[in-house]
């Protein structure tokens, strides 16, 4: 189990939110592709995390490279030959390891923050059917419901937020470009998971990022 001691202040907010209750959902809030792209579709792709803490940053990049094998998508993960942020951080030195790998994109990821967003929910009045079994049928239709009361309150939405840049190795022009939003975070593996899957279904949609067995 992932101790939130090794975890930046960021990621521990995130795992306090997951005691909140609400469905955890994952979207592209915006995304953005470059016009006229007269690139082939990128077979292999450097995912780069630009987070600080390297625990953090090895178990970020670790399972979106795990969720993307199980879209045929091919990502390296930088932890492997860069674990600190700060190991690569010369132009040279990211090019070289770009064409060391023989990596045709680069996607960079890039943690913004999270927010609450709060909501009033109004008071409603529910009916429900009371169980008298020498009731007929009309006499049960038109008497025997009660309305149960139940009051307002004020409630509230965690969003965490993500924002991917996807470059092509041989221009070095940016290509697309996307923020991902999810909507309550249950599980941090769970999150990264989601991330993983709407970018790399956009990028692979797009024809920028392709898929084994596909074209």
């Keep these: 189990m992932l101790n939130p001691a090794l975890l930046p202040r960021f990621f521990a907010v995130l795992i306090l939110a997951l005691l909140l209750g609400g469905c955890s959902s994952t979207k592209l809030a915006e995304s953005w592709e470059a016009p006229d792209i007269d690139e082939p579709p990128a077979s292999r792709i450097l995912l780069i995390a630009l987070i600080k ?3 953090t940053k ?20 930088s932890y492997e ?8 951080d010369e132009k040279e ?3 070289s390891l770009v064409n060391k790998l023989g990596v045709e994109g680069v996607l960079v990821a890039q943690l913004k923050g999270m927010h609450k967003d709060y909501k009033y929910v109004p008071s409603r009045l529910d009916w429900y059917p009371d169980a008298y079994s020498s009731m007929f049928f009309y006499d049960y239709y038109y008497q025997g419901y009660r309305a149960i009361y139940r009051p307002g309150y004020v409630g509230s939405d965690n969003y965490f937020s993500v924002q991917m840049h996807y470059f092509s190795a041989k221009s070095e022009k940016m290509l697309w470009a996307a923020n991902t939003v999810t909507k309550n975070p249950r599980s941090v593996v769970g999150t990264i998971e989601q991330i993983a899957d709407e970018v790399l279904s956009d990028l692979t949609g797009s024809s920028l990022v392709k898929a084994k067995g596909f074209i």
Excluded: C, L, Q
Excluded at 81 to 88: E, G, I, K, V
């Design 53 to 55: 803490d390297p625990v």
């Design 58 to 77: 090895r178990f970020f990049e670790a399972h979106f490279v795990e969720e993307a094998k199980k879209k045929g998508v091919d990502v390296i993960p």
């Design 81 to 88: 030959y860069m674990p600190n942020a700060t190991d690569s």
């Design 93 to 95: 030195e990211i090019v």
